[in-house]
């Protein structure tokens, strides 16, 4: 089985509203959860009752469809955590690193699903700090799982967040999203351009569905670049 771990914050659990879009039904797609693979269904992450659809599921779908290989979802994100909630040290690194080193026991790990930020695009600061911080979550987490450095996609930011007064650096920290490939081969960034929103802070769930597609074909984009 190709696995993939989700990470990052609300955006990434899904809070697409369930019945908004069709449900996604593949035998040949599971998650991670309670300790076993199961078949699966939405939503995938349980970090809060506002869960609900993510850009996961369709990620799955589509690649699977596409390698014919099944797929299984590791789901880790966790809404409203910071960057500094994800470094090494930390309760939510220590609950994904339990979770993947359970789950890899049945399949192989073929790249990570991150999307985060709403919690850093707050100030310069946090932005000046954002690749360095992030670099160092990736590189510890490949050391951890002994998978070497797999490929990861990172997701921008929506255009909806501009409007929150509070957010005042999203398109700083778009822009440092985008440069990731140029100095990181491994990491492959994909456009959040037309996604729309319910409530101005998270992706709706038609959004959400069209955000996996964007997530698999970057996952493809960087696996040619890497020759694997």
């Not at 069709?22 to 809060?48: F, T």
């Amino acid at each position: 089985m190709n696995c993939f771990i989700l990470m990052g914050q609300s955006n990434m659990a899904g809070r697409g509203k369930l019945g908004d879009v069709p449900e996604i039904v593949n035998p040949n797609c599971y998650m991670w959860r309670h300790g076993a693979w199961q078949p699966m269904k939405e939503p995938l992450h349980q970090d809060s009752a506002s869960a609900g659809i993510g850009l996961g599921a369709s990620f799955a779908d589509w690649l699977q469809k596409r390698s014919g290989a099944p797929i299984g979802l590791i789901p880790c994100a966790e809404g409203g955590t910071s960057l500094d909630d994800w470094q090494p040290g930390g309760e939510v690194y220590a609950r994904t690193v339990a979770a993947a080193r359970a789950a890899l026991e049945f399949g192989d790990c073929k790249g990570i699903l991150w999307h985060q930020g709403e919690k850093d695009c707050r100030t310069p600061e946090q932005v000046d700090a954002y690749e360095d911080k992030l670099l160092y979550l990736f590189n510890s987490l490949f050391v951890e799982l002994s998978t070497g450095r797999m490929h990861v996609v990172v997701g921008e930011l929506g255009s909806f967040l501009l409007k929150q007064p509070e957010m005042r650096c999203v398109r700083e920290l778009n822009q440092l999203l985008r440069l990731l490939p140029k100095a990181h081969p491994f990491i492959e960034t994909v456009s959040a351009e037309f996604l729309g929103s319910d409530d101005g802070a998270h992706f709706n769930a038609g959004s959400l569905r069209e955000y996996g597609l964007r997530y698999a074909e970057g996952w493809l984009r960087c696996a040619k670049r890497m020759g694997t």
